[in-house]
């Protein structure tokens, strides 16, 4: 059994170590309320957005300008990475890290031994790891999360797609951690591009003079919607297919950022009650210490005593 001093200064430890998880629990749960603030303000209106873009790369085709809808073989890949710029957040970066290396190992794995394969990460966490196990990572944009702002996304988004209409890459895949509540995060792996839409029929727009198309996806009512395009579809197309591309971009690092804090305010909440745990079971091997101790004292002191009076 370890010495009264050993067992102080572990108490002592583990108490110091016990301040700062709390600490860093309050604090993850201060900035959660924020980021989850802003995630559920974005989610409905990316929703629609998404469903505006799978509608209308449904009616269009590339000979319109819609580049970001051809499907071509795949021989060159993008994988964006979502992690964060600090640990102690549980599996929260492993998660995305060991999603990413399956998804190359499986089914990107003939474009990986050819070389084709590239990363770009988001978050610094992402870049160490995937640097350091020699992945060709083509850009790192850990400043992101210094603040926020759709402008800095946006311009992220912008580079892939221009790399895409350029065909540098025939597939981009997106994956990172999906925000549900402060305990639970859903790991995500998205096509980025190019755009999957749903079917489309063609239509006539008589109103301004355009020829356009629209689809026709059903309702939750089941009744058919048409969506007639003004000015023109090719419009629609430069204009807003490149506009929900950022705002998908943006989402998953708004998800990502609230999933973050999350992640963290639950695992330090852990370390707090590990802690607690270890502070009582390490009191208790203390005052068993410190009985025995006593007790050995005592004989000692009874055993001169008798050996005096003998």
């Known amino acids: 059994m370890a010495n009264l001093k050993e067992i102080r200064v572990r108490i002592a430890s583990v108490n110091s170590t016990k301040q700062i998880t709390s600490a860093m629990k309050m604090v993850s749960a201060a900035k959660l309320r924020r980021a989850q603030d802003a995630i559920v303000r974005m989610r409905p209106y990316a929703q629609k957005l998404r469903e ?10 590339s000979s319109e300008g819609n580049s970001y809808s051809v499907s071509r ?4 890949v993008l994988i964006i990475a979502v992690t964060s710029n600090r640990g102690l957040c549980g599996g929260f970066n492993s998660n995305v890290m060991k999603a990413t290396r399956n998804l190359i190992a499986t089914k990107y794995a003939d474009q990986n031994i050819a070389g084709n394969v590239k990363i770009i990460t988001i978050g610094r966490k992402a870049f160490e790891y995937f640097k350091n196990n020699n992945y060709k990572v083509v ?17 992220i988004a912008e580079k892939i797609m221009q790399d895409f209409s ?4 025939d597939k981009v ?4 951690n999906q925000f549900k509540n402060a305990a639970v995060q859903i790991l995500k792996v998205e096509p980025y591009l190019p755009v999957i839409s749903s079917q489309s029929s063609a239509v006539v727009d008589k109103t301004g003079g355009h020829v356009g ?3 026709s996806p059903l309702r939750g009512d089941g009744r058919g919607v048409d969506y007639i ?8 197309v430069q204009d807003l297919i490149p506009r929900s591309l950022k705002v998908q971009l943006y989402k998953a690092v708004l998800d990502s950022n609230a999933a973050e804090h999350g992640a963290r305010m639950t695992a330090m909440h852990k370390a707090t009650d590990n802690a607690t745990d270890m ?4 009191k208790l091997h203390y005052n068993k210490a410190r009985q025995a101790a006593i007790t050995k004292e005592i004989l000692e002191i009874v055993g001169g005593a008798e050996a005096l009076n003998g």
């Open 52 to 61: 505006i873009l799978d509608n209308v790369s449904a009616s269009v085709d």
């Open 73 to 76: 073989p795949v021989k060159n």
């Open 139 to 155: 850009a790192n944009h850990s400043d992101v999360y210094d603040n926020i702002q759709f402008a800095s996304v946006a311009a």
């Open 166 to 169: 350029k065909k540098e890459y």
């Open 173 to 176: 895949e997106l994956i990172y």
């Open 213 to 215: 198309q629209a689809v």
């Open 229 to 236: 395009f003004e000015p023109s579809t090719e419009y629609i």
């Open 279 to 282: 502070v009582k079971q390490l």
